[in-house]
């Protein structure tokens, strides 16, 4: 009789700060915290372990636990939000690609390795300077900053799970199965999300969980470039405002990037997860 194999600690510590990340990031506003943007000013720059303060208060006296809370709202929205859209475009283009093939598959090619050659946060930055534009007389609105920032990240990784999604498809398009399938009439569309698309969804959920560390990292880069997410309501806006302060109250720096430094390891660790059982799975088909 086969035991089941355990899988390692690290499988389970990877998916449990993402968990509890998803899950302050969707219902954080109901948890006994004061608003985010709410000053303390008897309490201004207290440091971790206060009376009443978990995490402390920025120089400003703004609570560091409420802003994490909110922050991952931000962070996990915008990530998966851009991974999920992104991802979903990339991989039906990519697919019918490598299925259809022809002028239409070098078309496709073309436009992903030109896309491709534009770094991802040179593209974000010029994208929410042209849209999300903002001064002393006209700011832009979070929302609106939110909104461009995940298109420009939709945008940067199309080419990538696109490219992913094709390369894996190749390898599908001419198995005995899907050959069958032509042959007795069935419709391209119905052999690809039938028989192509549950054969390539391992290698994309693999290079997704990495690709959603990537995004978080670069919606804080963009935020201490200084056209990111205003206002300290993400983990990037809040290393911006607080990097000011390193001297003074280092937790306004050191918390969110330990959170977003965790977030990223575990999406990482995942990714890997994923794609070492999916070669262990290709390595007895």
Do not use: C
């Not at 920025?58 to 636990?65: A, E």
């Not at 991974?83 to 022809?102: E, P, S």
């Not at 001419?174 to 054969?199: C, D, Q, W, Y």
């Amino acid at each position: 009789m086969k035991t089941r194999k355990s899988r390692p600690v690290g499988f389970y510590l990877a998916g449990s700060w993402l968990g509890l990340m998803v899950f302050i990031g969707l219902f954080g506003w109901i948890l006994p915290l004061p608003q985010w943007d709410e000053a303390f000013f008897d309490d201004l720059g207290v440091g971790p372990f206060s009376p009443r303060h978990l995490l402390g208060t920025t120089q400003d006296g703004y609570d560091m636990l409420a802003g994490l809370v909110n922050g991952a709202r931000l962070s996990v929205f915008i990530s998966f939000a851009s991974v999920l859209i992104g991802g979903g475009i990339g991989a039906l283009i990519g697919i019918t690609a490598a299925y259809f093939r022809g002028k239409y598959d070098l078309i496709v090619v073309s436009i992903f390795n030109i896309l491709l050659s534009i770094p991802n946060l040179v593209l974000s930055l010029a994208l929410l300077s042209v849209f999300a534009y903002s001064d002393a007389d006209n700011p832009a609105s979070t929302n609106r900053r939110v909104m461009v920032l995940i298109a420009s990240l939709i945008i940067v990784i199309i080419p990538i799970l696109g490219r992913i999604s094709r390369g894996s498809a190749l390898q599908w398009t001419n198995r005995e199965f899907v050959l069958a399938s032509k042959s007795m009439g069935t419709k391209s569309f119905t052999i690809i999300f039938k028989h192509i698309l549950p054969n390539v969804a391992p290698a994309i959920l693999s290079i997704g969980f990495l690709a959603i560390g990537s995004v978080i990292i670069v919606e804080g880069s963009l935020s201490i470039l200084g056209i990111g997410i205003p206002g300290g309501a993400s983990w990037g806006s809040m290393l911006a405002n607080g990097r000011g302060n390193i001297a003074y109250s280092p937790h306004e720096v050191y918390l969110p990037a330990l959170f977003i430094a965790l977030t990223v390891i575990s999406s990482n660790w995942f990714g890997d997860y994923v794609r070492s059982s999916l070669d262990k799975r290709e390595s007895k088909i």
